[in-house]
């Protein structure tokens, strides 16, 4: 049996979460979803490996959530995210005590997500 996690992310603003998960970090929307025109969105984004859901349903999850991505290339990632110097969100490059590098974001919702990749031994 094949397993996957998905995380569900609660947002407030779709724009905000276009701009930040979108044109920042760079997922791509697979889908979205509403009951009608004027009912919350719930969608799905990806980048990579890397699954989420976003949802304005106030039942769905709590802001402020932390979300710790395992994956490669973050110096990359880092180098992407500051070359595109979005005004909102400037993250660093830190080592952490386990032997990895790590790069936190801040959604503009409370939640953030943590890339980390292991460093070669």
Same mark, same amino acid.
């Given at each position: 049996?094949?397993?996957?996690? !998905? ?10 979460? !276009?701009?930040?998960? !979108? ?17 919350? !969105? ?12 976003? =949802? ?5 999850? =709590? ?52 890339? =980390?990749?292991?460093?070669? =031994?």
């Amino acid at each position: 049996m094949e397993t996957k996690v !998905i995380p569900v992310l609660r947002i407030f603003d779709l724009a905000k979460a !276009i701009e930040f998960y !979108i044109d920042w970090l760079g997922f791509t929307i697979e889908w979205e979803h509403r009951f009608d025109d004027n009912a919350p !969105i719930y969608m799905q984004v990806s980048r990579g490996g890397i699954t989420l859901h976003l =949802s304005e349903h106030h039942g769905d999850a =709590s802001p402020g959530a932390k979300v710790y991505i395992e994956t490669g290339g973050v110096r990359e990632l880092h180098k992407e995210l500051t070359d595109k110097k979005y005004k909102y969100n400037r993250p660093g490059l830190e080592e952490a005590f386990y032997g990895a590098w790590e790069v936190m974001v801040h959604d503009p919702f409370g939640n953030r997500l943590l890339f =980390s990749e292991k460093k070669p =031994s």
